[in-house]
């Protein structure tokens, strides 16, 4: 069954991958009080799970800019 982790596909750096070959660890700012816009939450740490590589600051910086909606889904999975 497919959820909406294999389904999202996002863009980095001109390459497109699906949500679910990351792992996110660590995502900072998510608050009940902030709740339902999670407009504080951010990816603070991030990795690629294929290889455990490390996202860099700049593709964290792009992935909290230009990706909202995923931001919003890790939060709201980081809290509930």
Same mark, same amino acid.
């Given at each position: 069954?497919?959820?909406?982790e !294999?389904?999202?596909?996002?863009?980095?750096?001109?390459k497109?991958?699906?949500?679910?070959?990351?792992?996110?660890?660590?995502?900072s700012?998510?608050?009940?009080?902030?709740?339902? !816009?999670?407009s504080?939450?951010?990816?603070? *740490?991030?990795?690629?799970?294929?290889?455990?590589? *490390?996202?860099? *600051?700049? *593709?964290?910086?792009?992935?909290?800019?230009?990706?909202?909606?995923?931001?919003?889904?890790?939060?709201? !999975?980081?809290?509930?």
């Open positions: 069954m497919l959820t909406n !294999d389904i999202t596909v996002l863009a980095l750096q001109g497109t991958f699906q949500r679910n070959q990351l792992y996110f660890y660590c995502v700012g998510a608050t009940s009080k902030d709740y339902p !816009d999670f504080d939450a951010f990816i603070e *740490e991030a990795a690629w799970i294929i290889d455990k590589t *490390e996202l860099t *600051e700049d *593709e964290i910086a792009y992935l909290n800019d230009s990706c909202p909606d995923t931001v919003y889904e890790l939060a709201h !999975d980081f809290l509930f």
